[in-house]
């Protein structure tokens, strides 16, 4: 999951449930997923017999548990043991007061965040909402009590259960109930975007536990990481959302129990939110040494150019960077000579994540795998590296670099192979050996052995030069795709391209629109190409099948951007949400990881090496850094 802003009856119930699951999923030309037909007869009989027993069986009867705890671990132990007193990336001795602006690209038309309809203010969900537990950010996937001072689960986590903080109030000083969280789920689930549906439609059952407690059953289909997604959900206010339609973006103010209050807004323009002095959770483990700034403004501007002209000036005081050449040469203005402004870099334990331009397969010519990889082919990273970044950034040869969970480099292990076996194909021979290695492009620009590679990739799907254009032999279409940005960065870089497949004949068509207009058209994939950042944490789960799911492919405003529907891929994302061990996860990954770059789906593009950011003086950092990298929700503001 991505951070913030700037960032045993039951036994054979079980048996049958499985038995089901695996039948249905069975794949006909394998023989490892078959599953033998007596025993299913047998499991749909027992599964009659065990109707009848659970009417004789009390319904709150489940699967034991350690008891409640004070915070669950996707695998192993939490970092910190009950009683701890404050994360060790912020400072508790840090003052509170004083006001920050961030600056923000683009406009907004929504202060709901949680429906694909309409644009939302940035700092919504941080600084207003919040959820049962909140995450700590020295460890890959640990979540502590925030809104739930206790959650509980059985060994296998069929089921999760959670017992609210008799402290916790919303903003307008209602308290927290169950009433609450059961709401939030049906209307997230049920109107809310995706993601959410997709996740809670794995409860099938909730269950009241006295005044303060709520127990969530899932479908049996093992996964382990539901009953975090469920921690993480965030809870809002019965009594104010069911007077409101929840399926509308518009202007009204939001009621959250969050640090935060919305102050004030100019539609489209700014918005303010202002600390809440009486918010309940001032004093948790989670918050000490956290939310610290008085006011928080979100300044919208049109485009990277005019944002930074803003920053420059001091109408706003904290720029994460994420152009190389901006940073190697623009940051020579007054302020930052006088030393009003500082440049810092955070070093990161996080993997790359992936910044791709990426295919539409809905659409031809992208249906063709050669198409694909001739593209591929045809980006010369070499060049566009010291040519248009300073040679700054790296290039990106898995969707987890930097980490365990890349394949880049990496043999597949027996684990891996074994995973992968009942998939023929789905990973490419030379990435099961040693994973992705991006094509080696020539500084130089002549690049012609790529070249030569790209044009027998087309040759090879029908393609021939006709008088210097790429055209198809069987119809005679010209080879031409249109590629799809917002930003001056994106159009740039999408020219350049364009210019490098340009040798080979191909045309592709550089088309800039309005940041609203882009958001609508990449919600609905009615787009070629389009230039796009997946997060990486180091305990991806459920949001794989948002990202590339089979399902999601055909869901608008998902981000399965290219539209994948690859058995192996759902496949490995089932296996990674039932991996009981580090071990096993890390296999799993590793494989995914493979199918994903074998599939072609786009051309993996570069990242930084390291966090980039710019301050004004008076906001201070704490000296110890989580995982991370910065959290700017540690940050305080120096009034002297």
């Not at 995450?135 to 060994?155: H, I, K, N, Q, S």
């Not at 809670?200 to 975090?228: A, M, N, Q, T």
């Not at 364009?498 to 088309?511: E, H, L, T």
């Not at 966090?611 to 940050?635: C, F, M, N």
């Amino acid at each position: 999951m991505a951070p913030g802003f700037f960032e045993e009856s039951t036994v054979l119930l079980n048996f049958v449930a499985l038995a089901t699951v695996f039948a249905a999923r069975a794949d006909e030309r394998s023989p490892v997923l078959r599953i033998n037909q007596h025993i299913i007869r047998f499991g749909r009989l027992a599964l009659g017999a065990m109707c009848l027993l659970f009417m004789l069986v009390p319904a709150s009867a489940a699967p034991p548990s350690p008891g409640p705890r004070h915070a669950i671990a996707m695998h192993g132990e939490p970092l910190y043991p009950e009683g701890f007193t404050h994360f060790g990336y912020a400072n508790p001795e840090a003052p509170k007061g004083g006001a920050i602006v961030y600056g923000a690209t683009g406009s907004f038309d929504s202060l709901n965040p949680f429906i694909v309809r309409g644009t939302s203010a940035i700092g919504l969900r941080e600084h207003v909402f919040e959820s049962l537990l909140a995450r700590g950010y020295d460890e890959p996937f640990t979540l502590y009590g925030l809104l739930a001072e206790t959650v509980e689960v059985p060994e296998d986590r069929s089921w999760v259960a959670f017992t609210l903080n008799p402290a916790a109030r919303f903003s307008d000083g209602v308290p927290v109930s169950v009433d609450d969280v059961i709401y939030s789920l049906e209307m997230l689930r049920d109107k809310g975007r995706p993601n959410y549906k997709t996740y809670y439609s794995k409860v099938e059952r909730i269950e009241r536990i006295g005044k303060r407690g709520v127990k969530f059953h899932f479908i049996p289909d093992g996964d382990r990481e539901i009953p975090l997604i469920l921690g993480l959900m965030p809870i809002i206010p019965k009594h104010v959302y069911e007077k409101r339609d929840f399926s509308r973006a518009g202007f009204e103010t939001p009621i959250g129990s969050g640090p935060y209050v919305v102050e004030k807004m100019r539609p489209g323009a700014s918005i303010t939110y202002k600390r809440d002095t009486t918010y309940w959770g001032e004093w948790l483990p989670v918050n000490v040494g956290q939310n610290n700034i008085d006011r928080i403004t979100y300044e919208y501007f049109r485009d990277a150019n005019a944002s930074f002209e803003a920053f420059k000036s001091g109408i706003y005081q904290a720029r994460p960077e994420d152009d190389p050449g901006r940073w190697n040469t623009s940051y020579d203005f007054p302020a930052l000579r006088e030393g009003k402004v500082r440049k810092e870099t955070f070093e990161s334990g996080m993997p790359s994540g992936m910044y791709a331009l990426v295919f539409n397969t809905r659409r031809a010519p992208f249906t063709d795998i050669r198409v694909r990889q001739a593209l591929i082919q045809l980006f010369n990273f070499e060049w566009v590296n010291r040519n248009l970044h300073y040679g700054s950034y790296v290039r990106t040869q898995s969707f987890f670099d930097n980490s365990e969970l890349g394949s880049h480099g990496r043999e597949a292990s027996e684990r891996e192979r074994s995973l992968l076996a009942p998939f023929a194909g789905a990973v490419a021979p030379d990435i099961m050996a040693r994973g992705w290695q991006a094509p080696k492009g020539d500084p130089s620009g002549q690049d012609r052995a790529n070249r030569a590679r790209a044009t027998a990739l087309l040759k090879d799907a029908g393609y021939e030069v006709r008088r210097g254009i790429m055209t198809q032999k069987e119809t005679g279409r010209p080879l031409a795709f249109e590629i799809l940005v917002a930003t001056p960065g994106e159009e740039r870089l999408a020219l350049t391209y364009s210019r490098m497949v340009k040798r080979i004949g191909v045309n592709a068509i550089v088309r800039n629109v309005d940041p609203s207009q882009y958001q609508e058209r990449r919600n609905n994939y009615d787009f070629d190409t389009i230039f796009n950042s997946w997060f990486s944490s180091l305990s991806p789960g459920n949001e794989q099948s948002f990202y590339w799911g089979s399902e999601a492919a055909d869901q608008p405003g998902t981000r399965n951007y290219m539209g994948a529907k690859e058995p192996a891929i759902d496949a490995m994302i089932d296996a990674m949400l039932v991996a009981r061990t580090r071990e096993e996860f890390v296999a799993v990954v590793r494989a995914m990881d493979r199918v994903l770059l074998s599939g072609a789906y786009m051309i993996p593009l570069y990242h930084q090496p390291e966090q980039w950011v710019a301050l004004w003086k008076k906001v201070k950092t704490p000296e110890t850094r989580s995982l991370y990298g910065y959290r700017s929700s540690t940050w305080w503001i120096d009034q002297d």
